[in-house]
Protein backbone atom coordinates (compact mmCIF):
# COMPACT_ATOMS: atom_id res chain seq x y z
CA UNK A 1 0.00 0.00 0.00
CA UNK A 2 1.18 3.80 -0.99
CA UNK A 3 0.21 6.37 1.68
CA UNK A 4 0.82 10.05 0.72
CA UNK A 5 0.45 13.12 3.02
CA UNK A 6 -1.42 15.86 1.70
CA UNK A 7 -0.05 18.71 3.75
CA UNK A 8 -2.07 21.97 4.47
CA UNK A 9 -0.29 24.26 6.91
CA UNK A 10 -0.67 22.75 10.38
CA UNK A 11 -3.66 20.09 9.32
CA UNK A 12 -3.59 17.85 6.51
CA UNK A 13 -4.88 14.60 5.38
CA UNK A 14 -3.32 10.69 4.11
CA UNK A 15 -4.01 9.74 1.03
CA UNK A 16 -4.46 5.67 0.68
CA UNK A 17 -3.88 3.69 -2.49
CA UNK A 18 -4.00 -0.38 -2.43
CA UNK A 19 -5.69 -2.99 -2.19
CA UNK A 20 -7.79 -4.93 0.50
CA UNK A 21 -8.35 -0.94 1.94
CA UNK A 22 -11.81 -1.19 3.23
CA UNK A 23 -11.31 -3.63 5.27
CA UNK A 24 -8.63 -1.81 6.56
CA UNK A 25 -7.48 1.99 6.51
CA UNK A 26 -11.10 2.60 5.77
CA UNK A 27 -12.93 1.02 8.58
CA UNK A 28 -10.17 2.17 11.13
CA UNK A 29 -10.09 5.72 9.79
CA UNK A 30 -13.97 5.57 10.58
CA UNK A 31 -14.05 4.37 13.82
CA UNK A 32 -11.60 7.07 14.92
CA UNK A 33 -14.26 9.53 13.31
CA UNK A 34 -16.89 8.02 15.41
CA UNK A 35 -19.84 9.00 13.39
CA UNK A 36 -23.35 8.10 15.13
CA UNK A 37 -24.45 7.72 11.16
CA UNK A 38 -22.56 7.29 8.04
CA UNK A 39 -24.03 8.73 4.81
CA UNK A 40 -22.91 6.47 1.97
CA UNK A 41 -23.29 8.93 -1.52
CA UNK A 42 -23.03 7.06 -4.49
CA UNK A 43 -24.88 5.80 -8.13
CA UNK A 44 -26.91 2.74 -7.64
CA UNK A 45 -24.11 0.83 -10.23
CA UNK A 46 -21.75 0.89 -7.95
CA UNK A 47 -23.51 0.01 -4.95
CA UNK A 48 -24.52 -2.92 -6.91
CA UNK A 49 -20.95 -3.81 -8.06
CA UNK A 50 -18.81 -3.03 -4.65
CA UNK A 51 -21.45 -1.82 -2.25
CA UNK A 52 -21.68 -5.10 -0.09
CA UNK A 53 -18.22 -5.30 0.48
CA UNK A 54 -17.92 -2.16 1.74
CA UNK A 55 -21.17 -2.29 4.00
CA UNK A 56 -19.87 -5.57 5.52
CA UNK A 57 -16.33 -3.75 5.86
CA UNK A 58 -18.05 -1.02 7.36
CA UNK A 59 -20.32 -2.84 10.02
CA UNK A 60 -17.88 -5.36 10.70
CA UNK A 61 -15.94 -2.34 12.55
CA UNK A 62 -18.08 -0.74 13.93
CA UNK A 63 -19.87 -3.21 15.56
CA UNK A 64 -23.41 -1.99 14.72
CA UNK A 65 -23.24 1.51 16.98
CA UNK A 66 -23.01 3.36 13.63
CA UNK A 67 -26.07 3.15 11.66
CA UNK A 68 -25.94 4.03 7.72
CA UNK A 69 -28.16 5.33 5.13
CA UNK A 70 -27.85 5.76 1.47
CA UNK A 71 -28.20 9.02 -0.68
CA UNK A 72 -28.05 7.58 -4.22
CA UNK A 73 -28.43 9.24 -7.80
CA UNK A 74 -27.95 8.34 -11.40
CA UNK A 75 -24.50 8.42 -12.86
CA UNK A 76 -23.76 11.26 -15.48
CA UNK A 77 -22.79 14.62 -15.36
CA UNK A 78 -26.27 16.18 -16.10
CA UNK A 79 -27.34 14.73 -12.19
CA UNK A 80 -24.43 16.83 -10.87
CA UNK A 81 -26.95 19.63 -10.36
CA UNK A 82 -29.15 21.44 -8.01
CA UNK A 83 -31.86 19.00 -8.01
CA UNK A 84 -29.84 16.59 -6.76
CA UNK A 85 -28.70 19.00 -4.84
CA UNK A 86 -31.71 19.65 -3.10
CA UNK A 87 -32.55 16.04 -3.14
CA UNK A 88 -29.82 15.29 -1.02
CA UNK A 89 -30.23 18.22 1.27
CA UNK A 90 -33.58 16.66 1.85
CA UNK A 91 -32.51 13.25 2.59
CA UNK A 92 -30.45 14.19 5.18
CA UNK A 93 -32.20 16.40 6.62
CA UNK A 94 -35.17 13.88 6.76
CA UNK A 95 -32.89 11.21 8.73
CA UNK A 96 -31.87 13.41 11.03
CA UNK A 97 -28.14 14.18 9.82
CA UNK A 98 -26.20 16.13 12.13
CA UNK A 99 -22.30 17.83 12.02
CA UNK A 100 -21.56 14.62 13.95
CA UNK A 101 -21.85 12.42 11.33
CA UNK A 102 -19.91 11.36 8.15
CA UNK A 103 -20.37 11.79 4.17
CA UNK A 104 -19.33 8.71 2.10
CA UNK A 105 -18.15 10.27 -1.24
CA UNK A 106 -18.22 6.54 -3.32
CA UNK A 107 -17.64 6.78 -6.83
CA UNK A 108 -16.43 8.49 -9.72
CA UNK A 109 -15.43 12.39 -10.29
CA UNK A 110 -19.71 12.96 -10.15
CA UNK A 111 -20.33 11.55 -7.05
CA UNK A 112 -16.90 13.05 -5.44
CA UNK A 113 -17.86 16.24 -6.51
CA UNK A 114 -21.87 16.45 -5.55
CA UNK A 115 -21.36 14.50 -2.56
CA UNK A 116 -18.37 16.41 -1.40
CA UNK A 117 -20.47 19.68 -1.98
CA UNK A 118 -23.36 18.31 -0.07
CA UNK A 119 -20.88 17.65 2.77
CA UNK A 120 -19.52 21.41 2.50
CA UNK A 121 -22.61 23.00 2.75
CA UNK A 122 -25.16 21.03 4.66
CA UNK A 123 -25.24 22.29 8.30
CA UNK A 124 -22.52 24.63 7.41
CA UNK A 125 -19.99 21.37 6.66
CA UNK A 126 -19.99 17.67 7.92
CA UNK A 127 -17.03 15.49 7.47
CA UNK A 128 -16.38 13.44 4.62
CA UNK A 129 -14.21 10.96 2.90
CA UNK A 130 -13.13 10.06 -0.69
CA UNK A 131 -13.80 7.06 -1.78
CA UNK A 132 -12.70 6.66 -5.41
CA UNK A 133 -13.87 4.03 -7.92
CA UNK A 134 -12.70 5.38 -11.13
CA UNK A 135 -9.21 5.70 -12.33
CA UNK A 136 -10.00 9.35 -12.91
CA UNK A 137 -11.12 10.23 -9.72
CA UNK A 138 -8.04 8.16 -8.07
CA UNK A 139 -6.08 10.01 -9.68
CA UNK A 140 -7.20 13.72 -9.68
CA UNK A 141 -10.78 14.67 -9.06
CA UNK A 142 -10.77 12.68 -4.83
CA UNK A 143 -7.69 15.06 -4.12
CA UNK A 144 -7.89 18.50 -3.41
CA UNK A 145 -11.19 19.24 -1.87
CA UNK A 146 -12.18 20.75 -5.05
CA UNK A 147 -16.37 20.42 -4.65
CA UNK A 148 -19.30 21.56 -6.86
CA UNK A 149 -21.98 20.94 -9.11
CA UNK A 150 -22.98 22.40 -12.81
CA UNK A 151 -24.96 24.58 -13.73
CA UNK A 152 -27.22 24.14 -17.17
CA UNK A 153 -24.44 25.25 -19.91
CA UNK A 154 -21.58 26.46 -16.88
CA UNK A 155 -20.01 23.17 -15.46
CA UNK A 156 -18.76 23.50 -11.71
CA UNK A 157 -20.11 27.16 -11.75
CA UNK A 158 -21.33 26.64 -8.14
CA UNK A 159 -19.01 25.14 -5.50
CA UNK A 160 -16.43 25.63 -2.97
CA UNK A 161 -12.75 24.11 -1.15
CA UNK A 162 -14.06 21.53 1.38
CA UNK A 163 -11.11 19.20 2.22
CA UNK A 164 -12.10 14.87 2.85
CA UNK A 165 -10.71 13.89 6.21
CA UNK A 166 -9.02 10.89 4.20
CA UNK A 167 -8.88 9.85 0.47
CA UNK A 168 -9.01 5.90 0.02
CA UNK A 169 -8.42 4.26 -3.40
CA UNK A 170 -9.03 0.76 -3.09
CA UNK A 171 -7.58 -0.45 -7.07
CA UNK A 172 -9.76 -3.72 -6.39
CA UNK A 173 -12.22 -1.95 -7.76
CA UNK A 174 -11.10 -0.93 -11.11
CA UNK A 175 -11.73 -4.67 -12.40
CA UNK A 176 -15.58 -3.47 -13.33
CA UNK A 177 -14.56 -0.27 -14.71
CA UNK A 178 -15.51 -0.04 -18.37
CA UNK A 179 -12.56 0.17 -20.93
CA UNK A 180 -13.69 3.73 -22.26
CA UNK A 181 -13.44 4.51 -18.64
CA UNK A 182 -9.89 2.87 -18.25
CA UNK A 183 -9.09 5.16 -20.77
CA UNK A 184 -10.44 8.43 -19.76
CA UNK A 185 -8.35 7.95 -16.12
CA UNK A 186 -5.34 6.93 -18.20
CA UNK A 187 -5.32 10.09 -20.18
CA UNK A 188 -5.48 12.46 -16.85
CA UNK A 189 -2.40 9.95 -15.69
CA UNK A 190 -0.59 11.06 -18.81
CA UNK A 191 -1.81 14.98 -18.13
CA UNK A 192 0.39 14.32 -15.24
CA UNK A 193 3.46 12.63 -17.01
CA UNK A 194 3.48 15.62 -19.56
CA UNK A 195 3.33 18.39 -17.04
CA UNK A 196 5.49 16.99 -14.40
CA UNK A 197 6.82 13.21 -14.91
CA UNK A 198 8.03 12.17 -18.33
CA UNK A 199 9.06 8.84 -17.02
CA UNK A 200 4.96 8.23 -15.53
CA UNK A 201 5.03 7.95 -20.10
CA UNK A 202 6.86 5.05 -19.81
CA UNK A 203 5.08 3.39 -16.93
CA UNK A 204 1.70 4.05 -18.80
CA UNK A 205 2.84 2.30 -22.24
CA UNK A 206 4.00 -0.69 -20.02
CA UNK A 207 1.12 -1.49 -18.10
CA UNK A 208 -1.12 -0.57 -21.39
CA UNK A 209 0.47 -3.22 -23.00
CA UNK A 210 -0.76 -5.88 -20.25
CA UNK A 211 -3.72 -3.99 -19.11
CA UNK A 212 -4.13 -5.85 -15.71
CA UNK A 213 -4.86 -4.75 -12.36
CA UNK A 214 -3.00 -7.16 -10.80
CA UNK A 215 0.21 -6.74 -9.96
CA UNK A 216 2.17 -3.06 -8.43
CA UNK A 217 1.91 -1.43 -11.67
CA UNK A 218 -0.98 0.23 -11.62
CA UNK A 219 -0.84 0.99 -8.01
CA UNK A 220 2.46 2.75 -8.66
CA UNK A 221 0.84 4.95 -11.33
CA UNK A 222 -1.86 5.72 -9.68
CA UNK A 223 0.50 6.65 -6.57
CA UNK A 224 2.83 8.74 -8.43
CA UNK A 225 -0.11 10.77 -9.65
CA UNK A 226 -1.66 11.01 -6.36
CA UNK A 227 1.82 12.58 -5.57
CA UNK A 228 2.31 15.17 -7.69
CA UNK A 229 -1.62 16.14 -6.97
CA UNK A 230 -0.97 15.91 -3.43
CA UNK A 231 2.04 18.44 -3.96
CA UNK A 232 0.55 20.83 -6.43
CA UNK A 233 -2.21 20.97 -3.92
CA UNK A 234 0.22 21.83 -0.69
CA UNK A 235 1.38 24.54 -2.54
CA UNK A 236 -1.68 25.90 -3.86
CA UNK A 237 -4.76 24.85 -2.23
CA UNK A 238 -7.21 27.88 -3.24
CA UNK A 239 -5.97 27.91 -7.11
CA UNK A 240 -4.77 31.25 -6.97
CA UNK A 241 -0.86 31.84 -7.61
CA UNK A 242 -1.12 29.46 -11.17
CA UNK A 243 0.60 26.59 -9.63
CA UNK A 244 -3.10 24.41 -9.50
CA UNK A 245 -4.16 26.13 -12.77
CA UNK A 246 -1.09 24.12 -14.37
CA UNK A 247 -3.69 21.00 -14.17
CA UNK A 248 -5.90 22.52 -16.21
CA UNK A 249 -3.34 21.04 -19.43
CA UNK A 250 -5.83 20.40 -22.13
CA UNK A 251 -9.19 21.26 -20.27
CA UNK A 252 -9.74 24.72 -22.11
CA UNK A 253 -10.24 22.98 -25.50
CA UNK A 254 -11.16 19.90 -23.72
CA UNK A 255 -14.35 21.87 -21.97
CA UNK A 256 -15.26 23.42 -25.19
CA UNK A 257 -15.41 20.00 -26.62
CA UNK A 258 -17.71 18.46 -23.72
CA UNK A 259 -19.62 21.51 -23.56
CA UNK A 260 -20.36 21.24 -27.96
CA UNK A 261 -21.50 17.06 -27.10
CA UNK A 262 -23.74 18.48 -24.47
CA UNK A 263 -21.53 16.31 -21.99
CA UNK A 264 -23.21 13.13 -23.52
CA UNK A 265 -21.23 11.93 -25.78
CA UNK A 266 -17.54 11.92 -24.33
CA UNK A 267 -15.90 10.84 -21.23
CA UNK A 268 -14.06 13.69 -19.36
CA UNK A 269 -10.59 12.55 -19.98
CA UNK A 270 -11.53 11.69 -23.89
CA UNK A 271 -11.81 15.68 -24.08
CA UNK A 272 -9.03 16.35 -22.12
CA UNK A 273 -6.89 13.46 -24.28
CA UNK A 274 -8.10 15.69 -27.57
CA UNK A 275 -7.70 19.05 -25.58
CA UNK A 276 -3.97 18.02 -24.79
CA UNK A 277 -3.45 17.37 -28.53
CA UNK A 278 -4.46 20.64 -29.62
CA UNK A 279 -2.68 22.29 -26.64
CA UNK A 280 0.44 20.50 -28.46
CA UNK A 281 -0.61 21.62 -31.64
CA UNK A 282 -1.60 24.93 -30.51
CA UNK A 283 2.44 25.32 -28.47
CA UNK A 284 4.17 23.87 -31.83
CA UNK A 285 2.41 26.80 -34.03
CA UNK A 286 2.77 29.38 -31.62
CA UNK A 287 6.86 28.53 -31.45
CA UNK A 288 7.09 28.05 -28.13
CA UNK A 289 7.40 24.79 -28.18
CA UNK A 290 9.63 22.60 -30.72
CA UNK A 291 8.12 19.89 -33.32
CA UNK A 292 8.16 16.52 -32.09
CA UNK A 293 5.88 17.58 -29.08
CA UNK A 294 2.78 16.60 -30.83
CA UNK A 295 4.05 13.49 -32.20
CA UNK A 296 4.62 12.55 -28.49
CA UNK A 297 1.30 13.44 -27.61
CA UNK A 298 -0.22 11.55 -30.05
CA UNK A 299 1.55 8.50 -29.25
CA UNK A 300 0.11 8.01 -26.04
CA UNK A 301 -2.88 9.47 -26.66
CA UNK A 302 -4.33 8.18 -29.81
CA UNK A 303 -4.35 4.75 -28.80
CA UNK A 304 -6.94 5.89 -25.53
CA UNK A 305 -9.27 7.78 -27.84
CA UNK A 306 -9.22 4.98 -30.72
CA UNK A 307 -12.45 3.32 -30.13
CA UNK A 308 -14.13 6.61 -29.83
CA UNK A 309 -16.30 7.11 -32.83
CA UNK A 310 -16.73 10.81 -34.02
CA UNK A 311 -19.88 12.62 -31.53
CA UNK A 312 -22.86 12.97 -33.82
CA UNK A 313 -23.31 16.80 -34.76
CA UNK A 314 -19.78 17.90 -33.57
CA UNK A 315 -18.52 20.52 -35.74
CA UNK A 316 -15.28 22.81 -35.54
CA UNK A 317 -17.44 25.66 -35.84
CA UNK A 318 -19.30 24.74 -32.52
CA UNK A 319 -16.74 24.23 -30.67
CA UNK A 320 -14.83 27.46 -31.39
CA UNK A 321 -18.23 29.18 -30.69
CA UNK A 322 -18.37 27.61 -26.95
CA UNK A 323 -14.63 28.56 -26.58
CA UNK A 324 -16.04 32.05 -27.42
CA UNK A 325 -18.82 31.76 -24.93
CA UNK A 326 -16.57 31.25 -22.08
CA UNK A 327 -14.56 34.61 -23.15
CA UNK A 328 -17.76 36.31 -23.50
CA UNK A 329 -18.90 35.42 -20.14
CA UNK A 330 -15.99 37.05 -18.91
CA UNK A 331 -14.06 33.73 -18.32
CA UNK A 332 -10.52 34.93 -18.88
CA UNK A 333 -9.60 32.45 -22.13
CA UNK A 334 -6.34 30.95 -20.15
CA UNK A 335 -4.40 27.88 -21.69
CA UNK A 336 -1.86 26.03 -20.64
CA UNK A 337 1.02 24.92 -22.62
CA UNK A 338 3.85 23.24 -22.63
CA UNK A 339 7.37 24.58 -24.07
CA UNK A 340 8.47 20.84 -23.91
CA UNK A 341 7.68 17.97 -21.59
CA UNK A 342 7.68 18.69 -17.86
CA UNK A 343 7.57 23.01 -18.67
CA UNK A 344 4.02 24.28 -18.58
CA UNK A 345 3.40 27.68 -18.71
CA UNK A 346 -0.04 29.54 -18.18
CA UNK A 347 -0.42 31.55 -21.62
CA UNK A 348 -2.88 34.70 -20.67
CA UNK A 349 -3.58 34.72 -24.70
CA UNK A 350 -3.35 33.02 -27.77
CA UNK A 351 -3.76 34.26 -31.18
CA UNK A 352 -7.08 33.08 -32.40
CA UNK A 353 -5.86 31.65 -35.83
CA UNK A 354 -3.91 29.64 -33.63
CA UNK A 355 -6.38 27.99 -31.81
CA UNK A 356 -9.16 27.47 -34.89
CA UNK A 357 -6.12 25.81 -36.62
CA UNK A 358 -5.70 23.73 -33.68
CA UNK A 359 -8.68 22.42 -33.14
CA UNK A 360 -9.66 21.75 -36.67
CA UNK A 361 -6.40 19.94 -37.39
CA UNK A 362 -7.13 17.54 -34.42
CA UNK A 363 -10.37 16.77 -35.00
CA UNK A 364 -9.81 16.01 -39.21
CA UNK A 365 -6.74 13.70 -37.69
CA UNK A 366 -8.78 11.80 -35.53
CA UNK A 367 -12.00 11.64 -37.09
CA UNK A 368 -11.70 13.02 -40.15
CA UNK A 369 -13.75 15.44 -40.06
CA UNK A 370 -14.03 18.69 -42.02
CA UNK A 371 -15.27 22.04 -40.50
N1 LIG B 1 -8.67 18.84 -11.25
C1 LIG B 1 -8.01 20.09 -11.14
C2 LIG B 1 -7.84 20.54 -9.70
O1 LIG B 1 -8.14 19.83 -8.79
O2 LIG B 1 -7.40 21.65 -9.51
Known sequence: MAGIVLRLGSEGYAIHVGRGLYETVLAQT???MDPARIVLASHPDILELHGSRLEDALRGMTAGDTSMMHFTFPPGEENKSLLTLERGYVALLEAGVTREDVVLAFGGGVVGDLAGFLAASYMRGVRYLQVPTTLMAMVDSSIGG??????????????CFHQPVAVVSDIGVLKTLPQREVNSGLAEVAKYGFLYDVELLSMLRIWESERSFEGTAIEKIIARCAGHKAEVVR??????IGIRALLNYGHTFGHALESACGYQALRHGEAVALGMMMAARAAEMDGM????????????????IAQVEAPEGLEVEVVLRRMLADKKRGRRQRFVLLE?????????????DIVRR??????????????
Open 235 to 240: QDERDV
Open 146 to 159: KVGIDLPGAKNAVG
Open 30 to 32: LVG
Open 289 to 304: AAGGLLELHRDVLMPL
Open 358 to 371: AVEEILRETWGMER
Open 340 to 352: APGEPRIVDSLDE
